[in-house]
């Protein structure tokens, strides 16, 4: 799967961060572009991830 985040810095890191909290992603590949727009610097931020499945088995060891 590929996931794209753009706009400015502060709002694409607060996004990335929020996005790799919440998913955990496998980050496969990863690449980054800047490019300036009239006064702005615009980021544009490509990953190739495999997602993780939420459903895990949860194990428990008991002690006799």
Known sequence: MVK?????YQSVQRD??????VYS???IDF???????EHNIIVLLTFS???KSGTEKVRYRLNK
Do not use: H, R, T
Not at 16 to 21: A, G
């Open 4 to 8: 794209i985040f753009q706009g400015d």
């Open 16 to 21: 990335v961060n929020s996005w790799i909290e």
């Open 25 to 27: 992603p496998e980050i």
């Open 31 to 37: 690449k980054q572009s800047m490019c300036l727009m």
């Open 49 to 51: 991830y495999e997602a």
